[in-house]
């Protein structure tokens, strides 16, 4: 299956940072049947930040009133999935770098069925240039 890579977009919640605190949140996600292509999280200070990639944002925004959790406005990251081998990420990175684009942040992993999957940022400014440079749709 060839490489796909495309613009998503996210949005961020922040949480206390405190055992069970994001475990409730995803459950109410998944009781609300929010379809999730990406999930982050990090601590942030004593909270921590949540990001979501919804296959529906409409439904995201919907649970998230339901549960009182604050979301942040629109933002866009990429997500790029594919064969997985040595090496996976180096043409996206070295397009950007060779562009001067800082890529801001970058989770990836495999499934482990031959496959890949990462999110990455760029800043908001550059979000136009890098999906250009890299043919995202």
Request: charge should be positive; hydrophobic fraction near 50%.
């Amino acid at each position: 299956m060839p490489d796909t890579l495309r613009k998503v977009s996210y949005f961020h919640a922040m949480i206390p940072d405190k055992p069970g605190r994001g475990a409730a949140v995803m459950r109410g996600l998944a009781e609300a049947g929010v379809n999730l292509v990406a999930f982050s999280a990090f601590p942030s200070g004593k909270k921590s930040q949540l990001d979501f990639f919804a296959a529906d944002s409409a439904a995201l925004k919907r649970a998230a009133r339901a549960m009182k959790l604050e979301l942040s406005k629109e933002k866009v990251g990429f997500l790029y999935q594919g064969d997985d081998r040595v090496g996976a990420m180096q043409r996206v990175l070295d397009a950007l770098a060779t562009a001067k684009i800082n890529v801001t942040a970058i989770d990836a992993v495999t499934s482990g069925k031959g496959r890949f999957g990462a999110i990455f940022w760029v800043k908001p400014k550059k979000v136009a240039e890098a999906a250009k440079l890299l043919k995202a749709r």
